[in-house]
């Protein structure tokens, strides 16, 4: 029970997105799994001590969990425990004193610019809605940066091709303007003929099939991968958040400025958004490395 309004609290108080909430929501069933040798009718938090986390940490480890994943169910028990000392009295904190897991930045993975114009050019069908609706998804994703949260929940009314522009409800329910080009304009326009022939006008712009049924987050994954698979992407992931990645990079490389792409990509904090200047330096020192004859000499 306590799991469970911890879990209400953080979707409905904090408004924490969709797959924070389901990481969150396993990893304490997860815990209380092994808390409890499966008798989860006997869990307890308050009779839990900071060595009895650490031994189910140390089990994680030796199953062979990444770093970044233990780390954030440590993030977990955290939340869970100061969850129940601010508002269920409970007076110890075991998770306190546990130490998060050192994990290396990773650099974002992005598409570079002749991938991806190669999968936006290639040839789709504009009479079928399936071909059209995915080809859209793709562009979209790229042309706004926008996360795959905010695509699925996108709605008609807020895709505004007389203005060209887009209001998305991010993280914390926190609403921004993302302004498009022309091209996914006419796309737009093409879609919406497709669907409202199939089904009449819906309240969400992405539809899944002619039943009219609303996108899905694994529906969208599955487009995004099977689209950057075709287009034979070198990408090490291929999902939404890498069209995301591209977007800000590209961006970046030509010339947009740091603050501009933080306020697209809907980022706090400025900080989040600088990760993606270690990409574009990391582009320009490989151009100067293959261009510049001093810097093909040895020792160059």
Not at 13 to 33: G, I
Not at 101 to 126: C, F, G, H
Not at 148 to 164: A, F, G, I, K, W
Not at 247 to 272: K, R, Y
Request: glycine share 4%; hydrophobic share 35%; net charge positive.
């Amino acid at each position: 029970m306590l799991i469970n309004s911890f879990i209400t609290y953080i979707r409905c108080e904090l408004n924490l997105s969709v797959h924070t909430v389901s990481s969150y929501k396993h990893d304490l069933e997860q815990w209380r799994e092994y808390a409890t040798g499966g008798k989860i009718e006997t869990f307890n938090p308050c009779d839990m001590a900071t060595n009895d986390l650490r031994l189910w940490i140390s089990h994680l480890a030796t199953e062979g969990n990444a770093p970044r994943t233990i780390r954030r169910k440590v993030q977990s028990l955290r939340a869970f425990y100061q969850y129940l000392n601010r508002y269920h009295g409970v007076k110890i904190n075991p998770a306190s004193e546990l130490q998060l897991a050192r994990v290396e930045k990773d650099l974002p993975i992005y598409i570079r610019p002749s991938e991806t114009q190669t999968m936006l050019d290639a040839s789709w069908d504009n009479e079928d809605f399936i071909d059209t609706r995915d080809h859209l998804i793709m562009l979209m994703f790229y042309s706004t940066g926008m996360r795959c949260s905010e695509l699925e929940t996108l709605t008609d009314v807020n895709v505004d091709c007389t203005r060209s522009e887009l209001k998305v409800l991010g993280k914390r329910n926190k609403e921004r303007i993302i302004p498009f080009g022309s091209e996914m304009c006419e796309i737009i326009n093409r879609y919406r003929i497709l669907r409202d022939d199939l089904v009449g006008y819906t309240p969400e712009l992405f539809f899944t099939r002619p039943t009219g049924e609303p996108m899905y987050r694994k529906l969208i994954y599955n487009i995004v991968h099977r689209k950057l698979n075709e287009a034979n992407t070198h990408a090490s992931r291929q999902s939404p958040h890498v069209l995301r990645h591209s977007f800000a990079t590209d961006m970046l490389n030509n010339g947009a400025d740091l603050n501009a792409v933080q306020q697209l990509l809907g980022h706090q904090s400025l900080a989040t958004t600088q990760v993606y200047t270690h990409i574009t330096y990391r582009e320009l020192k490989l151009n100067y490395q293959h261009a510049h004859p001093r810097a093909l000499k040895k020792g160059g």
